[in-house]
DNA sequence: TTGTGATGATTAAACGATTAATCAAGGATT
DNA sequence: AATCCTTGATTAATCGTTTAATCATCACAA
């Protein structure tokens, strides 16, 4: 590998100059400057990461720990990150909580041993996380007082129930898969807080068996809310076996826009977050801690999109009368 | 942040001497080692990435470059690479080919510059990436002449070919929505292979238009073999509309086993890939080309199995007999 | 007693880049 | 003509770790 040493000798000049040449940074007359750059580019040159980090104590490498790689919603955020983050020259390592509080821990450690500048967190809900000696951007919830960077989840669920009403539906389903996710329960809370008043809504979540779709339609719903687009599939397509049919018996909104969205007959209503402004929030919030900037952006939520697609339609008249007339 | 240097000055001894009594290599006494080892973890010290990296030349980071970071089968894949490397001790640095050629050779190219040790490469169909300054592992296809490892998606056809067929089925059709993709074109083939002389089948290529379901029931297909899990759900879903039960009147199998699979109604029958496997195998070549490793690896190709769930069942005895019956 | 070996530690150089300090030389100013 | 400033370059030190080479001690054998 050529080094600044060799691109000196070969041009009988000292590394100081090179160095100088090549950032720009002492004093250098054109001519070695343009004789430098010249040969480094022949050469292939390229910089020493090591050397470089070594000198200046900053390797450029992020690390971005997540509590499960294998989420759906993350490669999205991990496509944002990557984007923003080699926008401003960083790169980014990833390691994997491995779904526990150890291995979080153990995730943390592991950068730190790797020479990162700075960490971006997506912390395992319930989790305390330890705090390493460089900076560090969590994104999290609103309600978490460490985070740096949150999607409005109470908003989205807002979104969605404002959405349903507007349609005329007056009997709402909200429906979640973990009652102890903190995500799932803001954006339960943001759907209940628009319907109350507005609707009657029931909040069911799924553990071991799932809510008879036909029943509840029986008794006047004709909506559901979900908090994840994984479980709106799983809604619709149980509707469908039940033979209620989407949206013209029951709409169905989602979360996240994940691919299956649009590849599911009907495509699916969602609620969006924005993951390409959490991550650039994220990183800004990240790289200004890391250079110690004077005034450093506040923590910051981010708004989330409605996003209407097939399996959301109007109240059908039937079933509202159905409600009406049953005991 | 603590260093050798200063161990060494808080215990009176030389660098050379801490640095060989936490790694074991010089000529040290006992007592030394424990007075070291002892002040070293009082210290939190941690080896400074950097530094090592400038002697040794070894970074201990790998770098993943992917087509594209948002496809649904990469989480998988990236969790199983940051596991195995993590055991051999390396790091993963990702970036991201975001789909173009050029894109995918600055990727390359940002990740020499960060001093990566080697780079584990999941091809853009149809290019042909720069060749680094250092091992590239090539995931890929078994007919790509530079593949490191590959699923075999050939035989992930024909496993779900010979599957249709123990279930009686006869009337088939096989269903890509990419007619350009190698990965496509090879479990299509595997699928035509098994079937060949057993079954009646075509094969359509999903453009502009999808197929019509319930025509082609109407004529006799009782199955659907896809080469992805949301082509699947697409073709599940899309025939409930049309009236068709699956599997009833229609058995469906995808590829790739993603989260969406277990969530939709009926379940997904799948072709899964040992993402596992192939990460193994994956890391193993490239830590043996860094290591210059006497007998390395040869380049393997990696078996697929067949994940049976609820979108499939005997063929329908009075679809079998409408074909048979019908003109 | 002298030489030999083993043991345990130190010295010094090296990796590659950066940067403060220094220096030489020429041009301009008084 | 002596001084000062500017320009363009070099020297040397530094970041933290590793490692070959060296050295001092002491034990033991001849």
Not at 28 to 38: K, R
Not at 61 to 80: E, K, R
Not at 192 to 198: D, I, K, P, T, V
């Amino acid at each position: 590998m050529p080094s600044q040493k060799q691109i000196a000798r070969e041009l009988g000049v000292s590394v100081a100059t090179v160095s100088n040449a090549l950032t720009g940074k002492g004093r250098v007359s054109q001519d070695v400057v343009d004789l430098v750059t010249e040969r480094a580019a022949q050469l292939g040159y390229t910089p020493s990461a090591a050397g470089r980090a070594l000198k200046t104590g900053r390797s450029g490498i992020l690390g971005l720990v997540m509590p499960d790689i294998t989420h759906p919603v993350f490669p999205d955020f991990a496509q944002g990150l990557e984007i923003e983050a080699d926008a401003r020259g960083y790169g980014i390592l990833i390691a994997n909580g491995r779904g526990t509080e150890a291995g979080q821990d153990n995730a943390i450690r592991q950068l730190i041993k790797r020479g990162v500048d700075g960490i971006i967190m997506i912390p395992r809900r319930g989790t305390r996380p330890q705090v390493p000696p460089v900076p560090m951007a969590t994104i999290s919830i609103a309600s978490d007082p460490r985070f740096a960077v949150a999607a409005n989840h109470r908003q989205g669920g807002k979104l969605a129930a404002q959405a349903i009403l507007q349609l005329g539906h007056r009997s709402i389903l909200l429906l979640g898969d973990d009652s102890h996710s903190p995500v799932q329960i803001d954006r339960i809370e943001g759907m209940a807080e628009a319907l109350e008043g507005q609707a009657e809504f029931q909040v069911q979540w799924t553990g071991d068996h799932f809510p008879d779709l036909a029943d509840l339609h029986a008794t006047g719903v004709t909506a559901v809310l979900t908090v994840s687009d994984l479980l709106a599939l799983r809604v619709v397509t149980e509707a469908s076996q039940s033979g209620l049919r989407c949206p013209d018996d029951l709409s169905v909104i989602g979360f996240d826009n994940l691919p299956l969205s649009t590849a599911v007959r009907p495509t699916l209503s969602t609620i969006v977050p924005d993951t390409a402004e959490l991550a650039k929030r994220a990183i800004a919030y990240l790289d200004a801690a890391i250079r110690d900037d004077q005034d450093p952006p506040a923590p910051s939520v981010v708004d989330m999109t409605l996003r209407l697609r097939d399996s959301t339609g109007p109240a059908p008249q039937t079933a509202t009368q159905h409600r009406r007339t049953s005991p």
